[in-house]
């Protein structure tokens, strides 16, 4: 078997430290990867965090002189995920061609490592380069506004989805609109988004019912709540939680303890998260 097919094995296996050691003795014996052994070495890297080893290959991709756009989208990736945003630009500036792939990696990197403005700007540089923003761009672009409270910038990203039509396709969109309208407090454009939702999940109305709560609107919050239990939808942690702060808020103790039977039967009984929750509202009924 040869070196590159060992490294593809270990990679699909995610054994990602094998695969590096398996670099190592191609090494010592003077081969080289090719273009596409590359690529499995730097999602290596980026799967444990190892940017020594990632910077180490790239200068073995500088010394063959490559030039392959997925090669360099994967080189983007690696370094943002290492947090090497400077170098991961640097990369991505000297790209002759830019696709969606390669924005998205430089964008979600920004988000991920807290350059919320900076990721906004490339979402703005790639409507001036005319490249349309998919699934991918949109949910980093809206987390973005959600960490900085850009509403009106929210609002924008949002008009930009429905011209796509993925609000009615995409639930990962359509739930990423309700949590950044809700913690931005335009709770009625959130409401607006849950109701115009073809499809909903757990987490639609789990992040609805958290809307209501972080607003203070307490009965808004008790009525989904019970509606998604009506339509057969199991609550998740995060909603059990939005839920008892509700009833802290509003002093409903018998509300409170009518959810507190309700996580008894699930499967959170035993959830330090649901437990500290349920003591902050119990506290606060007095």
């Known amino acids: 078997m040869s070196w590159c097919a060992l490294i593809a094995g270990y990679t699909q296996k995610d054994q990602p430290h094998e695969a590096l050691n398996c670099f190592e003795k191609m090494q010592k014996e003077g081969l080289s990867p090719d ?49 090497a945003l400077v170098k991961a630009r640097k990369v991505f500036d000297k790209l002759r061609v830019r696709d969606i792939i390669c924005w998205n990696a430089l964008i979600s990197g920004y988000v991920e490592h807290g350059y919320e403005e900076k990721a906004l700007k490339c979402l703005e540089q790639m409507h001036a380069e005319g490249i349309s923003p998919d699934a991918v761009t949109f949910i980093c672009g809206l ?5 900085t409270r850009d509403v009106d910038k929210g609002q924008e990203i949002h008009d930009d989805i429905e011209r796509q039509g993925l609000l009615g396709t995409n639930l990962i969109v359509g739930n990423a609109l309700i949590d950044m ?74 509300g409170g303890r009518f959810v507190h039977g309700l996580i008894l039967q699930s499967r959170f009984a035993d959830d330090k998260v649901i437990g500290n929750a349920l003591i902050d509202m119990y506290v606060k009924c007095g």
């Open 35 to 83: 273009g596409v052994t590359f690529i499995l070495l730097l999602k290596a890297c980026a799967s444990i965090g190892d940017l020594e080893k990632a910077i180490e290959i790239h200068g073995e991709i500088d010394k063959k002189g490559i030039r392959d756009l997925l090669l360099e989208t994967t080189l983007v990736d690696v370094y943002c995920k290492c947090g």
């Open 143 to 147: 987390k973005a506004c959600t960490s």
């Open 181 to 254: 309208f809700s913690k931005c407090g335009s709770l009625h454009e959130a409401s607006e988004v849950f109701a115009n939702m073809l499809n909903k999940d757990a987490v639609s109305w789990g992040t609805m019912i958290g809307g209501y709560a972080l607003n203070s609107h307490v009965d808004g919050a008790f009525l989904l709540f019970e509606q998604m239990q009506q339509g057969g939808f199991c609550p998740d942690q995060a909603t059990f939680v939005c839920v008892l702060k509700a009833c802290g808020l509003s002093r409903a103790l018998e």
